[in-house]
């Protein structure tokens, strides 16, 4: 190796290295372009699940709450069957978030939690519009007092079950 570095012209010594150096340089461009396309890609996946994960949260904590002036507005004697109605759209719509939301988590914890969420705000839910659908015009009419005295001795147990898991998941996606 000696014998052929002494044979070779400076000239050549040089093309040499510039070569030698060229190939590092772009070697080391290619690396660092394939290292941040990669965490960029991260990233956005990360950015995009995070932000779907939010928008889910808010519109069932949305959907949360317009279930509640219903069911307020049904005890005070509002238009009983459209409202009935809406309780069932927006349980469905509570269902359909929660299930989006879980789909976008590969954590088995986070996904233990959401599911638990999920089972005590349907079970609120659904004895809610139960309770709302055993009710009559007249009952609502006549017995307001005795009706809203059921709902809270009823459903306020389910009620807090459902904040306490679902207050975890809105801190989580926080």
Do not use: W
Not at 10 to 26: E, F, P
Not at 128 to 152: F, G, H, R
């Amino acid at each position: 190796m000696n014998k052929l570095m002494n044979a070779l012209s400076i000239k050549q010594k040089m093309n040499y290295l510039i070569i030698t150096v060229a190939v590092s340089v772009v070697g080391a461009a290619i690396f660092v372009y394939m290292a941040l396309a990669s965490i960029g890609a991260q990233y956005n996946d990360l950015q995009n699940s995070s932000t779907k994960g939010e928008i889910d949260t808010l519109e069932i904590e949305k959907n949360l709450n317009y279930i509640s002036r219903t069911t307020r507005d049904i005890m005070l004697g509002g238009d009983y069957t459209k409202n009935i109605q809406k309780l069932k759209d927006r349980i469905g719509k509570i269902n359909t978030s929660f299930d989006a939301l879980s789909s976008n988590i590969s954590d088995e914890k986070t996904k233990e939690l959401i599911h638990s969420a999920k089972k005590s705000t349907m079970l609120f839910l659904d004895n809610s519009l139960k309770l709302m659908s055993s009710l009559t015009k007249d009952e609502i009419q006549n017995n307001t007092s005795a009706v809203y005295a059921t709902y809270k001795r009823t459903l306020t147990p389910y009620a807090n079950a459902s904040r306490e898991a679902f207050a975890k998941v809105v801190e989580l996606k926080e």
